[in-house]
């Protein structure tokens, strides 16, 4: 009798981000409007009913996990009605389908394009920020990231290579680059890394032979990246982030003394895997943090 093969925690962590609960979407107001913008990759702009060009509103982009689309991640974080409720224009693009139709983002080296030639990711992302901010009035210091798994790992890369464009981002199970000198941002950028305790890649991964820091490591290496103290405190207030888990099980850990104020700060759920039951909540308190963080303003890094 053969002895039985475990999978590896590479493929495990690919099919975890395959799962996504369904959950309803708020409607749209009739006075909001999904804008249309074409060319070689397509993507829709939500525009809330306040918009108004006298007033720069926020932009958040928000990027879904491996095999999944922006639709699905839409119905996951239910965010259009917060962004209609607050006035944000709101993207969630879709990645680049392969020929068995798996959407992926090439965020970094290990995650998750395994395929010849590359697709420019980093690119498509900033000509989206380009385009909207060229058609409408975007406050430049309000430009946020928000990813899943995959999608987290652009998100992170993002800030390593935007830091002058971005002021802050989300990224939900997420990590980085394996060789951590990789990223390099110009200039300090807020940071909110959100890990479940029993996330298959909260130790970290091995992903194409390499392997990618986990929750602790990418939240510290942020840390380090935005010259913050070493030591890192408690929040008083725990969060309801996972409708599973009992009471409020979310710890917030922020980072101190960071350059410029820069804020870089590590939830934990305890008891949540690699995709979390949201909360009612959930999506409101990862806005707010963005919303509370406009692009930190300072010299170079050095």
């Known amino acids: 009798m053969s002895a039985m093969r475990h999978p590896s925690r590479q493929s495990v962590f690919l099919v975890a981000c395959a799962i996504f609960l369904s959950v309803f979407v708020g409607a749209t107001p009739s006075n909001a409007a999904d804008v249309s913008f074409g060319g070689a990759r397509p993507f829709k702009l939500f525009v809330p009913s306040t918009y108004n060009t006298a007033f720069p509103a926020p932009l958040i982009i928000a990027l879904h996990g491996y095999n999944q689309s922006g639709s699905k991640f839409e119905k996951y974080l239910n965010l259009t009605p917060i962004a209609e409720a607050k006035g944000i224009l709101y993207v969630h693009p879709d990645g680049t389908a392969d020929k068995k139709g798996v959407r992926f983002w090439n965020a970094t080296p290990e995650c998750c394009d395994i395929h010849t030639p590359k697709v420019d990711d980093n690119k498509y992302l900033m000509s989206i920020i380009d385009q909207v901010s060229k058609s409408y009035s975007v406050d430049p210091d309000r430009i946020y990231i928000i990813g899943h798994s995959n999608?987290?790992?652009?998100?992170?890369?993002?800030?390593?290579?935007?830091?002058?464009?971005?002021?802050?981002?989300?990224s939900m199970a997420g990590g980085g680059y394996a060789k951590t000198s990789m990223c390099k941002p110009t200039s300090p950028i807020n940071i909110l890394e959100i890990w479940?305790?029993?996330?298959?890649t909260f130790t970290g991964n091995h992903m194409m032979g390499k392997?990618?820091?986990?929750?602790?490591?990418t939240a510290a290496i942020w840390g380090a990246l935005d010259h913050c103290s070493k030591n890192k405190y408690v929040l008083a207030e725990k969060l309801d982030m996972d409708s599973k888990q009992k009471g409020s099980e979310t710890t917030q850990y922020q980072y101190t003394e960071c350059a410029?104020?820069?804020d870089v700060q590590f939830w934990t759920i305890a008891g949540a895997e690699h995709v979390p039951n949201l909360s009612k909540d959930f999506t409101a308190n990862i806005v707010d943090f963005l919303l509370a963080h406009p692009k930190v303003t300072s010299a170079q890094l050095q």
């Open 211 to 217: 392997f990618v820091p986990g929750a602790v490591k």
């Open 196 to 200: 479940g305790t029993k996330d298959v």
């Open 151 to 170: 999608g987290g790992f652009m998100a992170n890369t993002m800030a390593c290579l935007h830091a002058d464009r971005i002021a802050a981002v989300v």
């Open 260 to 262: 410029d104020n820069a």
